[in-house]
């Protein structure tokens, strides 16, 4: 499943404030076959701009970068509707970071400690469409998700204001991917109720997807786990 790209060159950015490193994954990247770097970023204003003006295929983006942040880079590009495929690359990083990441774009997320191997698997099951965070392929983001947020069940939840009770027991079943003929039988209620209670939803929350409601819930506490 990893050689399904290798019959065309990956194109790359590198983003890191630190020029040894740079040149070093520049370097290693390069060795392999079907992998091109064709820029590299000192700090987050620039990983923007090069990305915008040359389009790779993948960003390699570290996390604490000066003058705009890695999550700052990841949400300008995502608010500007880039379709980069994003990779961090951090020395660590905490569940509301990763979160967040993925929240604002992030298809992959890899600590600096991590194998080669690590990395160059993670591009290409990436480029795949697949998810990966920190040392393993994602194939189902929800159920990475439900993890991410059983490791912090015991924080205090974020209340949103708006949404009631109902809504609030829809979302917790999007988290758990349920669809909405599930969720319509688990509540007794019609599918055409489960929409309008899923558009009043993103309405509230700001999101447009299911994932992205699963990510905000996630991120933002809103369901309990028992």
């Not at 600096?112 to 480029?127: D, F, Y």
């Not at 069940?153 to 999007?174: F, H, M, N, Q, Y």
Request: charged letters at 25%; aromatic letters at 4%; glycine letters at 6%.
């Amino acid at each position: 499943m990893d050689n399904e790209h290798t019959e065309r060159t990956v194109r790359l950015v590198i983003a890191d404030d630190h020029p040894i490193f740079r040149d070093g994954l520049r370097r290693l990247l390069e060795s392999e076959p079907g992998f091109e770097v064709v820029a590299e970023a000192q700090d987050g204003e620039e990983a923007v701009a090069l990305t915008l003006k040359h389009k790779p295929d993948v960003l390699l983006l570290d996390l604490a970068m000066p003058r705009v942040t890695g999550l700052g880079t990841l949400k300008e590009l995502d608010e500007a509707s880039n379709p980069v495929r994003t990779i961090l690359l951090t020395a660590q990083i905490d569940r509301a970071d990763v979160v967040t990441a993925l929240q604002f774009g992030a298809r992959g997320i890899v600590l600096k400690e991590a194998a080669t191997q690590t990395l160059l698997s993670c591009i290409r099951r990436v480029m795949n469409g697949h998810y990966w965070v920190d040392r393993e392929g994602v194939s189902d983001l929800v159920q990475t998700l439900r993890r991410l947020m059983a490791a912090g069940a015991s924080e205090e939840r974020t209340p949103v204001s708006g949404l009631t009770k109902r809504e609030l027991d829809i979302v917790g079943a999007i988290v758990e991917g349920m669809a909405n003929k599930d969720i319509a039988a688990k509540f007794s209620i019609s599918g055409d109720t489960v929409k309008h209670h899923l558009t009043n939803i993103f309405d509230k929350t700001g999101v447009s997807t299911r994932l992205e409601l699963a990510l905000f819930a996630v991120h933002h506490k809103l369901v309990d786990r028992n």
